[in-house]
């Protein structure tokens, strides 16, 4: 029987990608404005995130690290000065990307509709920033907001970030269901681990891995719980 929902963030409860998209952007104009390949910046961008916030979550670079080599890593791909502060640097882009914080339009009325479940977020961001995001999009007090760095180190896929994340929530894994995104991070390495998982597939043109279940909107979420008596 399911009594916790795990939500992710990035994604799932807010657009962090056109919020990031807009803040890097701004970020580079801010810098060199009519840049030739100001276009290319969010491309960029996100795959450098990926791949820093990888190596971060696997403990190859600090958190501050990481974001100082995205900084440097978009600078030369774009030919840009790299700047003497890092860190400020950084933080010039943070001031951009928060002003993207914005939730889905499905958030809030899904949230009232989930009485009786124990809520709360299991993401793969830096704790404070999310809990920031969570303010700005008017969900702090929605439950614990969990991460790898106030879980242990563990991150998703890790099974033992799942664990652990249910132990916060009071809860054995299989009384959980993970809402998310991502296909492996959200769906798949979750149920491994033992806990529930559907896949929310905003773009509305994936195709769920066998066995799974899929939503296109979180408005699909209460029916989809009360529609399924696995779940209750």
């Known amino acids: 029987m399911i009594k916790g929902i795990l939500f992710d963030l990035d994604g799932t409860l807010m657009d962090h990608r056109v919020a990031a998209d807009a803040g890097v952007t701004a970020w580079v104009e801010s810098r060199s404005p009519g840049h030739p390949r100001l276009s290319e910046a969010p491309r ?12 971060w979550h696997e403990g190859a670079y600090t958190l501050e690290g990481q974001r100082r080599e995205r900084v440097r890593g978009l600078c030369e791909a774009l030919t840009l000065a790299v ?13 951009h990307y928060r002003e993207g914080w914005t ?17 709360g977020v299991l993401t793969n961001g830096s704790a404070p920033v999310q809990a920031a995001k969570m303010s700005a999009i008017g969900l702090a007090d929605l439950g614990p907001i969990l991460s790898g760095d106030v879980l242990g180190g563990l991150f998703k896929p890790a099974p033992g970030c799942y664990h652990a994340a249910a132990r916060v929530m009071g809860l054995a894994p299989e009384e959980i269901l993970l809402v998310g995104d ?49 779940l209750g």
């Open 103 to 119: 939730p889905y339009p499905d958030v809030h009325e899904t949230m009232t509709l989930l009485d009786g479940y124990r809520l």
């Open 83 to 95: 700047p003497d502060d890092l860190d400020a640097a950084y933080a010039a882009y943070t001031a």
């Open 44 to 55: 960029l961008w996100q795959e450098l995130e990926d791949a820093y916030l990888a190596a």
């Open 182 to 230: 991502d296909l492996t991070n959200d769906v798949t390495a979750p149920a491994a681990a033992g806990m529930r998982s559907l896949w929310l597939d905003r773009t509305g043109g994936g195709t769920a891995p066998p066995g799974f279940r899929s939503i296109a909107t979180l408005s699909d979420l209460p029916g989809y719980l009360s529609g399924h008596s696995d």
